[in-house]
């Protein structure tokens, strides 16, 4: 866990780490080391009063996993659009991805600082893979797609809830998984 200023990439973010932001406080829940003492203190409270939050977070977090195994496996999905991501916590949509197909290429968009810093420093693909990072609003829809195009291939009919994952499984076909 961190307890000191965020220098991930030899910059230094202007966020405040004693003031608890939503990416660090979920990645508390779910055990990762990129959380700060006003994170952990917010995170707590709130397991207070959902004494099940922990529980949630991490059941949702293995069926982000058990739905991208059986996306690359089994249905032969090999492009991801991540909407949202959140700060990264392994294992990410392109680690589980990418372990069962090399290949598979993954792309991450959020628009907060804090999330994007994390993501530039710790998601990497490997050789055969490509794994990429936009910093765009949600709601910029036609920026997100131009700029994933540049990563994943095919066209794409948009289904788009609050937050998803985008999957290019062949050109025109898309499927959401929220």
Not at 4 to 20: I, K, Q
Not at 73 to 89: N, V
Not at 147 to 168: F, M, N, Q, Y
Request: glycine share 8%; proline share 6%.
């Amino acid at each position: 866990m961190a307890d000191g200023p965020d220098d991930l990439l030899g910059e230094n973010p202007t966020f405040d780490t004693s003031v608890a932001h939503q990416a660090r406080v979920y990645d508390y829940w779910l055990g990762g080391k990129d959380n700060y003492a006003a994170d952990r203190k917010a995170g707590d409270a709130v397991s207070e009063v959902y004494p099940g939050i922990v529980a949630a977070v991490r059941a949702q977090r293995a069926f982000l996993g058990r739905a991208v195994r059986y996306l690359v496996a089994e249905a032969g999905i090999r492009q991801f659009l991540d909407i949202g991501t959140g700060i990264p916590t392994s294992p990410n949509v392109h680690e589980v991805a990418q372990s069962l197909a090399r290949e598979c290429r993954v792309v991450y968009v959020d628009n907060d600082p804090i999330v994007l810093t994390h993501a530039r420093a710790l998601l990497t693909s490997g050789p055969h893979g490509a794994t990429d990072y936009i910093d765009a609003d949600f709601h910029d829809t036609g920026m997100i797609l131009r700029e994933a195009a540049r990563t994943l291939d095919g066209c794409v009919k948009l289904i788009w809830p609050h937050r998803s994952t985008l999957i290019w499984p062949r050109p025109g076909l898309v499927l959401a998984v929220v």
